[in-house]
């Protein structure tokens, strides 16, 4: 069973920076895509970011120029730089891992798309105080 782990998350306040990484472990296949997604508090999950497997980006209008992706160790580790921090980054991020080309989208999925054609981690919780 594929196996993704987040850690990274943190309190920091507005103006600061946060790496998450995301461990994929267990893989039997290579993904068709990846996303760092967030759930902020009462509210339902967005996507933060999406990269396909020849490394094309999208990002949320919300985060561009401040947020990075990057992957490593052979693409079995997702990054997400996250610069300039604002109060309403504060969320639970999510890193995902599409296994169907249904899952992928042009742009990115939904989390429904995830849900049903890939896999998630259990999250890493980010706080940004004003």
């Known amino acids: 069973q594929v196996q993704l782990t987040e850690s990274g998350g943190g309190s920091v306040q507005a103006g600061g920076s946060l790496r998450l990484s995301c461990v994929l472990s267990?893989?039997?296949?290579?993904?068709?895509?990846m996303d760092w997604f967030r759930q902020p508090p009462g509210k339902v999950h967005e996507r933060v970011v999406h990269?396909?497997?020849?490394?094309?980006?999208t990002y949320a209008e919300s985060v561009k120029g401040r947020f990075t992706i990057s992957q490593g160790n052979g693409n079995s580790t997702l990054f997400l730089q996250m610069n300039n921090l604002k109060p309403e980054d504060t969320a639970m991020y999510y890193c995902?891992?599409?296994?169907?080309?249904?899952?992928?989208?042009?742009?990115?999925?939904?989390?429904?798309?995830?849900?049903?054609?890939?896999?998630w981690g259990q999250g890493t919780q980010v706080t940004v105080s004003s």
């Open positions: 990269i396909d497997n020849e490394g094309s980006t």
């Open positions: 267990k893989v039997s296949r290579i993904p068709y895509c």
């Open positions: 995902a891992a599409a296994f169907h080309a249904s899952g992928c989208p042009s742009g990115g999925g939904t989390w429904e798309a995830i849900q049903t054609f890939g896999r």
